[in-house]
């Protein structure tokens, strides 16, 4: 069973930074692909990036440019850069993986984007 963990997350103004992180118990992060996404209130969650095992990133288009996933597999830990934030890319943020079929996902982290 993988447990995943959330950190990061924050209050920062528009434009601004922030870095997620996303650990993992164990090991499954270096075999498994890592999806982030995000859920504001009375919407659905979407995705916002995705990074293989083998270190493909996708991403979203409302964040492409601005978002960078990565991963450190020794860590076990996914990461995602957030800069030039805007006041709508405030939602809880989640990471998720896979394992045997079974979706694992993290308790969240909120980012707030105001100034």
């Known amino acids: 069973q993988a447990q995943l963990v959330e950190s990061g997350g924050g209050l920062v103004q528009p434009g601004g930074s922030l870095r997620l992180s996303c650990a993992a118990s164990?090991?499954?992060?270096?075999?498994?692909?890592v999806g982030w996404y995000r859920q504001s209130p009375g919407k659905q969650r979407e995705p916002v990036a995705a990074i293989t095992s083998g270190g493909i990133a996708d991403y979203a288009s409302s964040v492409k440019g601005r978002f960078t996933i990565s991963r450190d597999n020794a860590k076990n830990t996914v990461y995602l850069q957030m800069n030039s934030l805007k006041p709508e890319d405030t939602a809880v943020y989640y990471c998720?993986?896979?394992?045997?079929?079974?979706?694992?996902w993290g308790q969240g982290t909120q980012v707030t984007v105001s100034s």
């Open positions: 998720k993986t896979r394992v045997s079929s079974v979706d694992y």
């Open positions: 164990g090991s499954i992060f270096s075999i498994n692909a």
